[in-house]
């Protein structure tokens, strides 16, 4: 039997940022204390003009890479999930295999399911450790460059996306550290939220889904209470697939949008608070980079999992996609 476990972590936040009170002056109505009580948004930051989003994923990666002690030339695989590329093509994962130094024999490629990219990503790469054994070391990036997306007329998406990446690097074990995962797809809320141009879609009948204008927007309500009535289930779903219960779950990393929806989950499957960890209130909301640079800033705060801990991860985006996965610690 092959194992994956995860090794090292990695993180970067780019310095510039932008807290309540700019959205205050240049939106010309307050939205500091709604964002603050309603989402729990209070700093967000956002990338240079001359940083990309391959260039977020280069910074958390390296760091990753370090902290386990690894080389480029020690990387077999490396996957970014993102779906703010460098490119609509070529995959933003080659460019940052070049940036990395990475060998050419290592295998690149981009996974776009949103915001929940880097959990799937991290059970893609896992079950290509456990399944060929030309593959010992994955580097996994989520990385989010939304900031170049936005429009800063548009109270309803500018106040809330941010920038940012976080890195894993999965190594072969010889017990086990990945333990379940599971996914779910509510395709018929494709057209809720996107940046929808660039593609093929050229509709003229529906120029809300795309007028050829590239800005993340909401362009049909989501239902409210979607994530409180399908996250537990599919949590419950992943941990019985391991053979475990929610009780036995030591650590719970979920989407970074709404500090009220990640305590509205822990309530529902009946978990304390000091079993999870939110990062939404100081860098804002970076989607398929969120969960890992949550659980990076985590270990670096000495909350995180510790060795033999039972860690879960749990992430939708638009689509709706959503993933979760069980890791066994260390």
Partial sequence: MRYAQILSTGRYVPQKMLDNAYFDRI?????????????GIKTRHVMADDEATSDLAAYAGRQALTRAGLTPDDIDLVIVATDTPDYLSPAT??????????????????????CAGWVSAADTGARFIMTDRQINRVLVIGAYGMSRFIDYTDHKTCTLFADGAGAVVLGAADKPGFLAGARRTFGEHFNGLGIFAGGTVQSKEDPGINDGVPRVQFVKRFPPTFNAENWPPLIYETVSRAGLTVDDVDFYVMTQLNVNTIKEIMGIIGQPLEKTHWIM????????????????????QGRGPKPGDLVLFIASGGGISMACSVWRWG
């Fill in 93 to 114: 994962a080659v460019v940052v295999q070049h940036k990395l130094g990475l060998p050419p024999t290592v295998g690149a490629f981009d996974m776009n399911c949103a």
């Fill in 281 to 300: 209130d100081k860098w804002g909301y970076t989607g398929s980079a969120c969960v890992p640079m949550a659980l990076d800033d985590a270990l670096e």
């Fill in 27 to 39: 939106l010309g109505r307050e939205v500091d204390e709604w964002l603050v009580k309603n989402v």
